[in-house]
């Protein structure tokens, strides 16, 4: 790591067992570390080693639920395109700490290439849920000069990088 290049964007170098790791944790992260080397061919003690390594590397951030929306109630998706009043550090700061508070915000990311400062996704039960969240919560958010809403129609697929 050079010292011009944050530590959040040094890449670790990946074998093909790391990524075989990573694959199959991404399919079934609950799969022991046993069945998990005998699938990519190392006794269980080097891939313990190589899952530590991985999380220490923060490569492996976490082990996750995945959950279907539409089974839970929330059939609805939705990608809003949201502008700011300002661009300052403290009202960016304030939009984030206060989106993040709300349940139906699944992510929610600055992006550049277009007028709007984020975009979020949110799951939602109908169109009744979201006119509440919308006009009660995101619009109230300080600085929120525009919205624009996109629904989703079908999520193609979704995958993690490896």
């Given at each position: 790591?050079?010292?011009?290049?944050?530590?959040?964007?040094?890449?670790?170098?990946?074998?093909d067992?790391?990524?075989?790791?990573?694959?199959?944790?991404?399919?079934?992260?609950?799969?022991?570390?046993?069945?998990?080397?005998?699938?990519?061919?190392?006794?269980?003690?080097p891939?313990?080693?190589?899952?530590?390594r991985?999380?220490?590397?923060?490569?492996?951030?976490?082990?996750?639920?995945?959950?279907?929306?539409?089974?839970?109630?929330?059939?609805?998706?939705?990608f809003?395109?949201?502008?700011?009043?300002?661009?300052?550090?403290?009202r960016?700061e304030?939009f984030?700490?206060?989106?993040?508070?709300?349940?139906?915000?699944?992510?929610?990311?600055?992006?550049?290439?277009?007028?709007?400062?984020?975009?979020?996704?949110?799951?939602?039960?109908?169109?009744?849920?979201?006119?509440?969240?919308?006009?009660?919560?995101?619009?109230?958010?300080?600085?929120?000069?525009?919205?624009?809403?996109?629904?989703?129609?079908?999520?193609?697929?979704?995958?993690?990088?490896?």
């Amino acid at each position: 790591m050079t010292d011009s290049q944050p530590a959040s964007q040094t890449t670790h170098p990946l074998d093909d067992t790391d990524k075989r790791i990573l694959r199959l944790l991404q399919i079934d992260a609950r799969m022991s570390i046993t069945e998990l080397a005998e699938n990519v061919n190392l006794s269980a003690t080097p891939c313990a080693r190589r899952i530590k390594r991985l999380e220490d590397a923060g490569i492996i951030t976490g082990y996750h639920t995945q959950t279907d929306a539409e089974k839970l109630g929330y059939p609805l998706a939705i990608f809003i395109a949201i502008s700011m009043d300002r661009h300052t550090a403290e009202r960016f700061e304030q939009f984030e700490k206060r989106v993040q508070s709300f349940d139906e915000v699944i992510s929610c990311s600055i992006v550049t290439g277009r007028s709007e400062d984020y975009l979020i996704k949110v799951r939602v039960r109908d169109m009744a849920h979201y006119e509440e969240f919308l006009l009660h919560r995101l619009n109230r958010i300080e600085g929120v000069a525009q919205v624009h809403t996109s629904f989703e129609l079908r999520e193609v697929f979704s995958r993690s990088i490896v």
